[in-house]
């Protein structure tokens, strides 16, 4: 079995690939990523319970926005106030040096 895209079958997969779809020129996903035109992202899972997922879709009915944007503010906000917790910020620097003497012992 092959998977077809707009950009061809999988197992042929090519990111410099310029292809069609109905008449539609689509640019190649280098030259896409290269223009800064698309941000890379990636995929995730996410099982709530019932209930949460309810209110999530509810809160995202009223503030006339997706559930997906409403996952994304959400993220944003518990970096941000993780960037400014102090407990945080310290276990983040030892963290940093822990990672930073191991690689410097494999670049030996």
Not at 4 to 26: C, H, K, L, M, Q
Request: charged share 30%; aromatic share 6%.
């Amino acid at each position: 079995m092959v998977l077809v895209s707009a950009y061809g079958p999988w197992d042929d997969y090519n990111p410099d690939f310029e292809g069609w779809y109905r008449g539609t020129v689509i640019p190649s996903v280098r030259n896409m990523r290269a223009s800064g035109s698309i941000k890379m992202t990636r995929t995730r899972t996410l099982r709530l319970p019932t209930d949460q997922a309810e209110a999530l879709q509810a809160i995202a009915r009223i503030d006339e926005t997706s559930v997906n944007e409403e996952i994304l503010q959400a993220i944003a906000a518990h970096i941000e106030a993780r960037r400014q917790d102090a407990e945080f910020r310290k276990r983040l620097e030892a963290s940093i040096a822990r990672n930073r003497e191991i690689l410097e012992q494999l670049a030996r």
